[in-house]
């Protein structure tokens, strides 16, 4: 979960008092997709939809993402950057970009090793073709921090 975000959306709650109640029904499946990612989250159902509403409000106030690209939004890194991440996880398209241009992986291997859907990679992959000097630079960015880091 990116604490940033939520912060961003969330950081005037300071009570139960704050928060407003709202009945919602959903999809059986949905509902049985959310409590099964709320529970590899670990936590509960109720603290999932309020991230992932929080997530979805924050992307739409950043208006940063590309409507062509709807696995892909944007979360801000250790450094405050927004960085192009798979929605609904943290796995950031530039992992997905090193690990089939460097490491040689297959879209299926990826899916597999990132426990994501292929049609997310793939369509990674086509974000970073049509946003290869946003990526390149974020890698290049976190190279130079690397090198800071370590010497």
């Known amino acids: 979960m990116n604490h940033d975000i939520l912060y961003d959306i969330l950081n005037d709650i ?8 709202y009945p919602l029904n959903l999809p059986q499946q949905l509902k049985q997709d959310a409590e099964s990612w ?8 109720n603290q999932f939809i309020l991230w992932a509403t929080a997530e979805k409000i924050g992307s739409l106030n950043q208006q940063l993402d590309d409507p062509k690209y709807p696995q892909i939004t944007y979360r ?3 450094n405050g950057v927004p960085v192009p991440v798979l ?7 530039q992992a997905v970009v090193v690990a089939h241009n460097e490491w040689g992986m297959t879209t299926y291997e990826i899916a597999a090793e990132y426990d994501v859907s292929q049609r997310q990679v793939d369509e990674a992959l086509t974000f ?3 946003h290869r ?4 630079s974020h890698l290049a960015l976190e190279a130079q921090l ?4 370590h010497g």
């Open 128 to 130: 970073f073709t049509s």
């Open 76 to 78: 801000r890194g250790a």
């Open 87 to 93: 929605r609904g996880t943290g796995i950031r398209v």
């Open 14 to 21: 300071t009570s139960e008092e704050d928060m407003a109640r």
């Open 133 to 136: 000097a946003e990526i390149e």
């Open 38 to 45: 709320a529970k590899k989250q670990g936590v509960s159902l």
């Open 146 to 149: 690397t090198h800071e880091a």
